[in-house]
């Protein structure tokens, strides 16, 4: 790692945030990162305080994060190429060192402050990572209710991803996505933008019979909604009731 650092005019460290003071503690130790160096590390929820241990031996402390989700396949260098990069920097030359770095690779750069960077990445674990969580939960209700009733010649209902369920649930969840990106808050829809709560109960007792936990995730996100949405006193009463 040390002769890697010490011919290195770029040192980009990537790796799981709860690695990354480590690294940097015991690269400081070893002398071997040369003065100027611009050392960049790839974290969300840290800004350039964790390099603090390098800046003072006189390199350039960067934070370039991909606000991007990274599974292992092919398809994650070419979706770097489209997405925003979160960027912290000490100084003006720091910032225009890291845009210069995004540009290169075709991705956008955003200046995130030091003291927000806690904040930017919560906000982009809240969207992707509970997004996930909100379409797997989805698919495997839809499973349920679609296994059995197959027509002739059509893929059976199963467990593997890329299934029947998923291709029922991707128009409608990229258009919701992009009428949420596009129009916010207006572009909610359904039973519980509409005040229904008949449905919303009916919503709860089938899914609760398919899974508890779904239904708990479904009463949690839909309270949620129905708050944004200024529901009636009798929705919100059903969605606060604990079972």
Known sequence: MADVAARSELLILAVPDSELASLVTGLAST?????????????????????????????VPLAIHPAMTF??????????????????????????????????????????????????????????????????????????????????????IGNEPNGLAERVLQPLLSAALDNALRRGPAALTGPVARGDSHAVATHLRVLEEVDPQIAAGYRALSLRSAQRAGATSELLDILNERR
């Open 71 to 156: 599974t292992g396949h092919d398809e994650d260098t070419v979706r770097l190429a489209s997405a925003c990069f979160g960027i912290t920097a000490a100084d003006d030359i720091g910032y225009a060192i890291a845009q210069s770095l995004v540009l290169e690779i075709g991705g956008e750069p955003v200046r995130v402050r030091e003291d927000m960077r806690t904040l930017y990445h919560a906000a982009l674990a809240h969207g992707s990572n509970h997004l996930v969580t909100l379409v797997v939960d989805a698919v495997a209700a839809l499973r349920v209710a679609l296994e059995g009733q197959e027509l002739l010649g059509q893929e059976l």
């Open 31 to 59: 002398d071997a990162v040369p003065r100027r160096t611009i050392v960049a590390h790839t974290s969300g929820a840290n800004g350039i305080g964790i390099l603090d241990p390098l800046a003072r031996q006189g390199v």
